[in-house]
């Protein structure tokens, strides 16, 4: 018998169980390791962050997904592993001896070394991290209502990235919501969001980004581009603009300028730059042939522009696909797949609200309503993927039509 050790159960960890689990019964067992005992849907955090999705809808358990006679679930955080000894060190459960191992152990945020981001603001990388943010919005509405202090009511996101902006849309969604915790009218509560770079989401076309710009303004949110934030002090942004130092006072600061891969990556002494190692093209580690790096901890090479893949869900799965047919044929004594991993986008959408968004679908550009309903659709295909029929039909998003 095989043993395959699984670090991580996001898009790129679950789904390799859910495949490989169906093919090796008898031949292998694996193990899958990590910190909870559910599963979330990561690219929809900033709706549980705003409260307009609970918790719930996004998450499910684990158990749900293993099948208990070939994969074993151990509910422990990853310390490091040991590539050369074939060994994973765990908090509680002391060490795991592995014949592979896949490495799938998501992102953290980056703070590029801003003097205070990491102190005095809020980060959005997993569900604790969004109900944190909720919990903190409402509790500073509280605080306006006793104190008056206009402070509680100024939300501020850093970063307009792709995260950055669909949190801005949420956070609109969810203003009347703080307005009557606050006991104000919904227009005095303020979002804004400071980014340094003057042309927003590089990812999709000029026309459709500044499209994406203007559907965020006209849901009152105000958008601070060119604006460098040079430090986060408590209840502070300080950003220089225009040659001139500036300064944004919020009671709520939420991170979202930018990831980098676990940390786990470089306790291990991998090869890698900012948690990310630059894999073959079986997804393995070019030094250890037996340590698959999936989602986002690996840098898949696009050979047509010599830059990796961003590191998105999507692709997160697809490796994941790949990974379990490569290990199937390990595990058969079959050696690697002759064919290298390929990846193709199908396409980027991102929502702005629960009833906007815009994004492109092969090459096709979409807006408004339509790319809302796109989205929805593109979570339920994920969540049925991994989840199942079960899964599907208890957290999907059938509220396509408005
Ligand atoms: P994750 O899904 O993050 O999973 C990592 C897992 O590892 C988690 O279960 C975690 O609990 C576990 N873990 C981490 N560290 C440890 C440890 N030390 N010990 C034990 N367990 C550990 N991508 C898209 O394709 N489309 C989108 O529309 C999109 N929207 C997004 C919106 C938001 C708000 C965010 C934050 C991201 C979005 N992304 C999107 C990016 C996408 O979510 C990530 O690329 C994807 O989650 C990566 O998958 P993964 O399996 O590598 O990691």
């Given at each position: 018998?095989?043993?395959?050790?699984v670090l991580g159960a996001g898009y790129a960890g679950l789904q390799t169980v859910?495949?490989?689990?169906?093919?090796?019964?008898?031949?292998?067992?694996?193990?899958l390791v990590d910190k909870d005992d559910y599963h979330y849907?990561?690219?929809?955090?900033?709706?549980?962050?705003?409260?307009?999705?609970?918790?719930?809808?996004?998450?499910?358990?684990i158990?749900?997904i293993i099948?208990?006679?070939?994969?074993?679930f151990?509910q422990?955080?990853?310390?490091?592993?040991?590539?050369?000894?074939?060994?994973?060190?765990?908090?509680?459960?002391?060490?795991?001896?592995?014949?592979?191992?896949?490495?799938a152990?998501g992102?953290?945020?980056?703070?590029?070394?801003?003097?205070?981001?990491?102190?005095?603001?809020?980060?959005?990388?997993?569900?604790?991290?969004?109900?944190?943010?909720?919990?903190?919005?409402?509790?500073?509405?509280?605080?306006?209502?006793?104190?008056?202090?206009?402070?509680?009511?100024?939300?501020?996101?850093?970063?307009?990235?792709?995260?950055?902006?669909?949190?801005?849309?949420?956070?609109?969604?969810?203003?009347?919501?703080?307005?009557?915790?606050?006991?104000?009218?919904?227009?005095?509560?303020?979002?804004?969001?400071?980014?340094?770079?003057?042309?927003?989401?590089?990812?999709?076309?000029?026309?459709?980004?500044?499209?994406?710009?203007?559907?965020?303004?006209?849901?009152?949110?105000?958008?601070?581009?060119?604006?460098?934030?040079?430090?986060?002090?408590?209840?502070?942004?300080?950003?220089?603009?225009?040659?001139?130092?500036?300064?944004?006072?919020?009671?709520?600061?939420?991170?979202?300028?930018?990831?980098?891969?676990?940390?786990?990556?470089?306790?291990?002494?991998?090869?890698?730059?900012?948690?990310?190692?630059?894999?073959?093209?079986?997804?393995?580690?070019?030094?250890?042939?037996?340590?698959?790096?999936?989602?986002?901890?690996?840098?898949?090479?696009?050979?047509?522009?010599?830059?990796?893949?961003?590191?998105?869900?999507?692709?997160?799965?697809?490796?994941?696909?790949?990974?379990?047919?490569?290990?199937?044929?390990?595990?058969?004594?079959?050696?690697?797949?002759?064919?290298?991993?390929?990846?193709?986008?199908?396409?980027?959408?991102?929502?702005?609200?629960?009833?906007?968004?815009?994004?492109?679908?092969?090459?096709?550009?979409?807006?408004?309503?339509?790319?809302?309903?796109?989205?929805?659709?593109?979570?339920?295909?994920?969540?049925?993927?991994i989840?199942?029929?079960?899964?599907?039909?208890?957290?999907?998003?059938?509220?396509?039509?408005?």
């Amino acid at each position: 018998m095989k043993k395959v050790v699984v670090l991580g159960a996001g898009y790129a960890g679950l789904q390799t169980v859910h495949k490989l689990q169906k093919k090796v019964k008898g031949k292998a067992e694996i193990i899958l390791v990590d910190k909870d005992d559910y599963h979330y849907e990561t690219t929809e955090l900033h709706e549980v962050a705003s409260g307009t999705q609970p918790a719930l809808k996004i998450t499910y358990p684990i158990a749900d997904i293993i099948d208990p006679a070939v994969t074993k679930f151990i509910q422990d955080e990853v310390v490091k592993l040991d590539a050369t000894k074939k060994q994973v060190q765990l908090k509680q459960h002391g060490m795991l001896d592995y014949d592979y191992c896949v490495l799938a152990l998501g992102f953290v945020s980056e703070t590029f070394g801003i003097k205070g981001a990491k102190e005095n603001a809020l980060e959005m990388t997993n569900i604790k991290q969004s109900l944190a943010i909720y919990d903190h919005i409402l509790a500073s509405m509280k605080k306006y209502k006793e104190t008056k202090d206009k402070r509680y009511l100024q939300l501020v996101v850093c970063g307009a990235g792709f995260t950055g902006i669909e949190l801005a849309g949420a956070l609109a969604e969810g203003r009347p919501e703080y307005a009557k915790v606050a006991g104000v009218a919904p227009s005095e509560v303020k979002i804004t969001v400071v980014e340094a770079a003057t042309r927003l989401l590089p990812m999709f076309s000029e026309k459709l980004a500044d499209y994406g710009v203007k559907l965020v303004e006209s849901l009152d949110v105000e958008l601070l581009c060119g604006a460098k934030i040079s430090e986060v002090a408590p209840g502070e942004v300080v950003y220089e603009k225009d040659d001139q130092t500036n300064s944004l006072k919020a009671e709520t600061i939420i991170w979202t300028t930018g990831v980098s891969g676990s940390p786990v990556v470089g306790e291990s002494n991998l090869q890698e730059r900012r948690g990310r190692v630059v894999v073959t093209d079986n997804l393995t580690d070019p030094n250890f042939d037996d340590l698959y790096i999936l989602g986002d901890v690996a840098a898949v090479m696009d050979k047509e522009s010599g830059r990796p893949y961003p590191t998105t869900a999507q692709i997160a799965t697809e490796m994941a696909v790949y990974a379990a047919k490569d290990l199937e044929s390990q595990i058969n004594g079959n050696g690697h797949l002759s064919t290298p991993f390929v990846y193709k986008s199908k396409g980027t959408v991102a929502s702005v609200g629960n009833t906007h968004g815009f994004g492109v679908i092969g090459k096709l550009e979409i807006k408004g309503y339509p790319a809302s309903m796109m989205k929805k659709m593109i979570m339920n295909k994920s969540l049925f993927e991994i989840g199942g029929f079960k899964e599907f039909i208890a957290k999907g998003r059938f509220d396509l039509y408005h």
